[in-house]
């Protein structure tokens, strides 16, 4: 069988570009491991920014909504905060699976065909062109492009040859999360982040309004050598709160899993497109590298990745070079998600190296503020306001190698920046500008190594 584009994965980027490539009349064929009833049944913090939603125009339905989200609370180890009002920001918690069935439907009622139940195994490649899939059972599935949707363990990009240059996304970049939903007496009125880099190495756990009676709950940690459990360490520590003492599971997700997922924390991939194929939502690693947000991400993602390859075949050619936009609107546009999460990605590496000793300090003394946080979130920038940096170098003495390494990672963003800007215009120079991009996050590791508990 022959399409113009098959799409491996029905997740929300898989279900957005299937259905922005159908829409425009294309022949699509949709593919996941999933039967259809299933799509959308992932183990997910379930919050979505709607500021993604307004990127792409899309229009969800409010029954998908189950509340809203208005502020976030984030806590260190001695219980120090910063509350973080999210302004222009706000977002909500999703019904993940009445979401993912809305964006299946958007996809199918444009055309796209579904075929369920049916993994993926790798690509067809032929003289470094991807040519279309193969199936666990031997089916060959042939398309002009590939979008490779399929999430973190892309079976697709693990066994591309090495002669299309492929990054791989190692095990340190990824954290283990478990997570759960439960029915509580008490309403949450804001989501909760809690920072231990002792309870929780490398990650966070968070508490999430569901809704009115439930809270999403559930932590992750960075997969370093004696990484704990994480479903193990939530027993041990966030839900021994009160507010869980008789509190019921509604969801865990997962049977395989058994409520576990990795996610990707790093940078997206330095280009996420070879010919013939395009890479979206995780199976690119274009994930918030600090928070794991990957919800919204996904659709803009999808959104894009299906409009280029509708530009693409438009102009018979599905060459990387003739694909090379997606990777301009990631690395060069003001809210691209590889120029933000690129610098988001370097700060992530000063997180996971810090103390608990010193998170108390940074949100006791106010080294970062509220403001600074919204702004990193959304923009990828750490603003230290000059007319401000007396006052914090007085409250940061306590803690001058703090302070210090927060103005060294200040620098390496801002560097960041200004060469991903620079991202070449095609492939040519892409090596070149890949080996930079190498050894600014080769230095860091070496600089900023993950702490390693008491």
């Keep these: 069988m022959k399409y113009d584009v098959v799409v491996v994965g029905a997740g929300s980027a898989g279900c957005m570009a299937a259905y922005t490539s159908a829409k425009k009349g294309f022949k699509v064929c949709l593919i996941d ?208 709160k009160d507010m869980f003492k008789g509190s019921e599971v509604l969801e865990v997700n997962g049977i395989k899993q058994a409520g576990r997922m990795d996610v990707p924390t790093r940078r997206p991939l330095a280009s996420l497109v070879r010919n013939g194929i395009i890479f979206a939502g995780e199976a690119g690693s274009v994930v918030n590298p600090i928070t794991g947000g990957g919800n919204g991400p996904a659709i803009v993602t999808g959104k894009f990745a299906g409009d280029t390859a509708c530009e693409a075949l438009e102009e018979g050619d599905t060459s990387e070079g003739a694909l090379w936009s997606y990777n301009l609107r990631h690395y060069t546009e003001r809210d691209g998600f590889g120029l933000r999460y690129s610098r988001l990605d370097a700060f992530r590496f000063l997180l996971q190296s810090v103390t608990p000793k010193d998170l108390d300090y940074a949100m006791k003394r106010r080294i970062i503020k509220e403001d600074d946080l919204i702004t990193l979130s959304t923009k990828g920038e750490l603003r230290l306001n000059i007319f401000d940096k007396t006052g914090r170098i007085i409250r940061g003495l306590g803690r001058p190698k703090l302070l210090d390494n927060l103005n060294y990672i200040k620098n390496v963003m801002e560097e960041i920046k200004t060469h991903c800007l620079n991202y070449p215009s095609s492939p040519y120079g892409f090596n070149e500008w890949k080996g930079r991009t190498d050894s600014i996050f080769s230095n860091l590791e070496k600089i900023f190594k993950p702490y390693a508990g008491k």
């Design 33 to 240: 491991a999933k039967s259809k009833e299933k799509v959308g049944d992932k183990i997910c913090g379930n919050a979505l920014g709607f500021h993604h939603l307004d990127r792409i125009d899309l229009k969800i339905p409010n029954e998908v909504i189950t509340n809203k989200i208005n502020g976030v609370i984030i806590y260190s180890p001695s219980l120090y905060f910063w509350d973080v009002p999210l302004g222009d920001y706000v977002g909500g918690m999703l019904d993940r699976v009445a979401f993912g069935q809305y964006l299946l439907d958007l996809a199918i009622s444009a055309g796209a065909e579904l075929k369920e139940k049916t993994i993926v195994d790798e690509a067809i490649v032929k003289e470094d062109f991807v040519k279309g899939v193969k199936t666990r059972f031997g089916e060959e599935i042939y398309a002009e492009i590939v979008i490779d949707a399929s999430g973190l363990k892309s079976l697709i990009r693990r066994k591309l040859p090495a002669s299309l240059g492929i990054e791989t996304v190692e095990e340190k970049d990824v954290n283990l999360a478990y997570r759960e939903i439960r029915k509580v007496r008490h309403e949450l009125e804001k989501c909760e982040m809690y920072l231990d880099p002792d309870k929780f190495p490398g990650g966070y756990a968070w508490l999430f309004p569901q809704s009115d009676d439930s809270v999403n709950v559930g932590l992750g940690v960075q997969k370093v050598e004696g990484f704990p459990d994480p479903k193990v360490r939530l027993y041990e520590t966030v839900l021994k």
